[in-house]
């Protein structure tokens, strides 16, 4: 079987394994290149180093937090305009999110189902 040509870089960014690694497999048999983290600061310098097409991150994690990558994303000429999708396991975290000042261009709660993922991550990167 051929390899789907890719279609955008990924990175994701949460410390659980099995949600980065469940994202990971969704993401490039779709056709997307995907690199991944565990944790805020190297997402970050992960993003500084070569832009994604689009971030997905843990909205809580260890370290320097999801809203926390997001802002200083935001703050950064090269990083300023990438989409940011959080993962979220509850209303209050996206509310947590928010309090601080930022906004993500999507959120997407945990668990959720493969194709909404796709769907949310191609509208994002347009």
Sequence with gaps: MAKAP?????????DERDIVELVRIVLERAGYEVVTAR???????LAREHPPAICILDGAMPGLA???????????????EVPVLMLTATVDEEREIRRHGVEPDGFMRKPFDNASLLSEVARLIG
């Design 66 to 80: 999801g809203f926390e990558v997001l802002a200083r994303l935001r703050a950064e000429g090269a990083t300023a």
């Design 39 to 45: 944790e805020g600061d190297r997402a970050l310098e």
């Design 6 to 14: 890719r279609i955008g870089r990924v990175l994701i960014a949460d």
